[in-house]
């Protein structure tokens, strides 16, 4: 509709006005027997009636069109919030009762997203029992809020590849404090593709590479700072320790964001995705590391959906490798356990 302003009205009035005086004279002329001064008085008798006829028109389509705008300026504007007028304005007292909602219409409750309790540990607990015969550890954390569930042993095992994820993380953070840099020379490449060789392809001569530039106490003290007790002579770490490092990688307290990145984008894709990501469902993204020497097989993961993340760590012990397929199993039973109660 567009919109009336003074001009409009001014003239709207005169058309209609001129139309109006038009059409009496020539009804004068067809007369012709009236006098001029009376038929002068009776044209300007209906004028006006004609002319206050148009303003009354105009005056209802103005009111109208200020209604609308009104309502228009008490709705919801593009930032969602109510005029002044929608806020304060007087409510009706005869204004009809909201229409009640009835059970089936209300908006049902949002369910509450599975968490780990009491019914996970009992299921986690029972994997364990029923696999005795191997030494079985686990640490679960919800990223949400960060607390550490343990579960089977709890002392250190060897933590074989699973701690080369600690050895790049302390790399980094020796980059992000300026004592080195990924485009270091290092061995045949450079310090950053030694991180990715060391991590994705479990090379060991880049963690031996890796390992020397940090140093020996370098690596204690890092581990230190996050609370770890680390041995590198012995390579021993706690499933919740190993945890404790993934999620403060995760979480973004031990690296910058670009780093942070790059060292997850390593931890897929790996040239062994048989333990936890073969286990894991679809839509559940997995970073992992794994571990595998004499006796000892493991895997270090990250479980992310969505906007949920876990860290998932199982570490198993057994007589050497002629049992590695029934604990990989053990693996298996235990990533389906965890995500079935998780997502």
Known sequence: ???????????????????????????????????????????????????????????????????????????????????????????????????????????????????????????????????????????????????????????????????????????????????????????????GQQIRQMVQQSNNDSWALILAAVGHKGLINYAASMGIPYDRTVNGLTPAEMATTLSGLYSGRLLNAENTAQLLSYMQNTNYETLIPAAAPPGVDVFHKYGLLNGNLHDASILVQGDRAFVFVVYTQGRDMSDMAARADVIHQLTGTVTAGLF
């Open 1 to 191: 509709m567009k919109s009336w302003g003074p001009g409009r009205h001014y003239s709207s009035s005169r058309h209609a006005r001129d139309a109006t005086s038009g059409g009496l004279w020539g009804v004068a002329r067809r007369l012709g027997g009236i006098r001029p001064q009376v038929l002068l008085v009776l044209v300007t008798v209906l004028a006006l009636i004609s002319a206050a006829t148009v303003y009354a028109t105009i005056q209802v389509r103005g009111s109208a069109d200020a209604g609308a705008s009104a309502t228009a300026s008490a709705s919801p504007g593009v930032g969602g919030e109510a005029s002044p007028l929608s806020a304060t304005g007087p409510t009706s007292t005869d204004a009809a009762p909201a229409a009640e909602v009835s059970p089936s219409a209300a908006a049902s409750p949002t369910p509450a997203k599975p968490t780990i309790g009491p019914a996970l540990d009992a299921e986690i607990n029972a994997v364990i029992q029923a696999n005795s015969a191997y030494k079985v550890g686990v640490a679960l954390v919800d990223m949400s809020d960060g607390v550490v569930h343990e579960y089977g042993t709890k002392t250190k095992f060897v933590a074989a590849s699973t701690g080369k994820i600690l050895a790049a993380e302390a790399y980094y953070h020796l980059v992000e404090t300026g004592k080195a840099s990924l485009g270091a020379k290092m061995g045949a490449s450079t310090a």
